[in-house]
C-alpha cells in the first residue's frame, strides 16, 4: 500500500488522474461525474492548528441509503458505565479468546471499560477485538469517537473512504469519527480499541524536550486515494448515541476518488517512538512515553493519553528502575503487545491481556520484582522483546459486566503483592 507522510497535514490524493479539482473545493461540476462532498471533523471555526476536514469527490455522496434501523448493540457497549458497580480493586485479565466460529472485527468487539459521557463529547470506551474472517458487505462507522487500534496479533486491512491501511503487531491506526471502512483479515486477529469520545487525537506538546522527541509527525502514515465501484446490497453499521444502526446501501461507500484535506486515517509503528528518560536518577512520570494525546477543556488534564513502553536502554544509577508503587489520579488501562512488562516478572500479564488500575488505587512491581530489582547490579541495560502501552484517562473506568464476569478476569491477581513483607528494622 501507498501512503502519505505526516501528521494532520493537508493531504491532497487522487486515484484517478484528474479527479482531484485544482484550486477549488467545489466547482460547478466536478471531473468525471464525481459529487463533492466535505466531513467535517471539528466545528467549523475551531482553532486553526486544531480544525479537521476533508474534501471527498466519490461516485455517490453519503446520503443515499435507505434508512437505518437499530440492531442488537451485541458487546459493543458505550457510557453510561453502570451495569456493574466500579470496584477499587486492581483488576487483571489474561487475553479473550479468538473465537472459532466467523467471527469479524465488528462482530468481535468486546468492550471492557469506559467513563465520560459520550453525548458531550467527554470520556472513552476500550474494547478488546477478536476476528478471523474479513467484514466483505458490511462497513461501519463511528459518530460516536474516533477510534485508536492497537494490533497485538494477526494481520488486518482497513479498507477505508480514504484508502487503505494495512496493520501488524506493533503498529497502531486511528480511524477518525464518521469514516466509513471495513477490514479484512487473513486469519486469526487480536488487539486493543480505545474508542475516544473527546478532542481528536494530536501529538503533546514537547516544552522543554525541544523540536525533537517522541513520535516524530514523519512517521505517521496516511493512506493515498483508493475506491472500489460495487454495486449490490450492503449494510453500513453506525454506532450512533451509543448504539448499533444498520443502513443498506446499493453500493459500496468506499467510493472516495480523490480527497485532500487534513481529516482522515493514519497509521504509525511504535518502533519509531524515540523515547526520553532519565540519564542520572530517579523515574520520570510516564507523561515521558506519551504517543497521542487527547486534550481535555482543563490544562494538562488529558481526556486520554496512549502511553507506550517501547525496548529501551535502563541507565539510572541507585534508582529502582521499574515502577516505584504509586497511586494515581489518572486511570490506568494498560495491555501488552509483546514480552514482558518490567514490572510484572513475576507472570500474569501477557501478551493480549489487560490491566486496570483506578484512581488511587495502590499498584506496582509485583513481589518478585521488587525483590529482583531491589538488589540487582544497575550497570546499563536494554530491556528487550518488550512492548506495553497504557490508556491512561482523566475519569475512572468503569468495567463492563463483560469484563467482571469474564472467565478471563484473574480473581487472584491482587495476590502478586501478598509477599512484599514488612523490611522496617529500626536503628
Ligand atoms: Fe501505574
Redesign the pocket.
Known sequence: MSYMTGFGNEFATEAVAGALPQGRNSPQKPAFGLYAEQVSGTPFTAPRHVNRRTWMYRIRPSVVHEPYVRIDNGLFLSTPFTAVETTPNQLRWDPLPIPETPTTFLQGMRTMAGNGDLTVHSGVAIHHYVCNVSMDDTFFYNADGEMLIVAEHGQLRFLTECGIIDLSPGEICVIPRGIKFRVETSGPARGYVLENYGAPLRLPDLGPIGANGLAYPRDFLTPVAWYEERTGRFSVVAKFQGNLWRGIYDHSPLNVVAWHGNYAPYKYDLANFQCINTVTFDHPDPSIYTVLTSPSEIPGTANMDFVIFPPRWMVAENTFRP?WF?R?FMN?YMGLIKGVYDAKEGGGFVPGGASL?NCMSG?GPDADTYTRMTTAELSPVKLENTLAFMFETRFVCKPTAFAMSSGELQRDYWECWQGLQPEFRAP
Open positions: 515502577p504509586h494515581n490506568e488500575h499498584h
